[in-house]
């Protein structure tokens, strides 16, 4: 379920056609805005949910098996 859901979440988005590079840039931008995220929320449980799907986010951008 999780990984059709992501999938389309991110064709909605239009992220699905980007080359290596830009799909790194894009979750480098992720994490630095899940980071500035999580330092403005500063407690514990909503920094582990962002971190948690930030990290589902990016291994759903860097997937090459489509």
Same mark, same amino acid.
């Given at each position: 379920?999780?990984?059709?859901?992501?999938?389309? &979440?991110?064709?909605?988005?239009?992220?699905?056609?980007?080359? &290596?590079?830009?799909?790194?840039?894009? &979750?480098?931008?992720?994490?630095?805005?899940?980071?500035?995220?999580?330092?403005?929320?500063?407690?514990?449980?909503?920094?582990?949910? &962002?971190?948690?799907?930030?990290?589902?986010?990016?291994?759903?951008?860097?997937?090459?098996?489509?």
């Amino acid at each position: 379920m999780f990984p059709g859901l992501f999938g389309f &979440v991110l064709q909605c988005l239009g992220l699905d056609g980007y080359k &290596v590079r830009s799909r790194l840039g894009l &979750v480098r931008n992720i994490w630095i805005l899940s980071g500035f995220f999580m330092l403005w929320l500063a407690q514990p449980p909503l920094i582990m949910a &962002v971190a948690l799907f930030s990290t589902c986010l990016s291994f759903c951008v860097l997937d090459e098996s489509s």
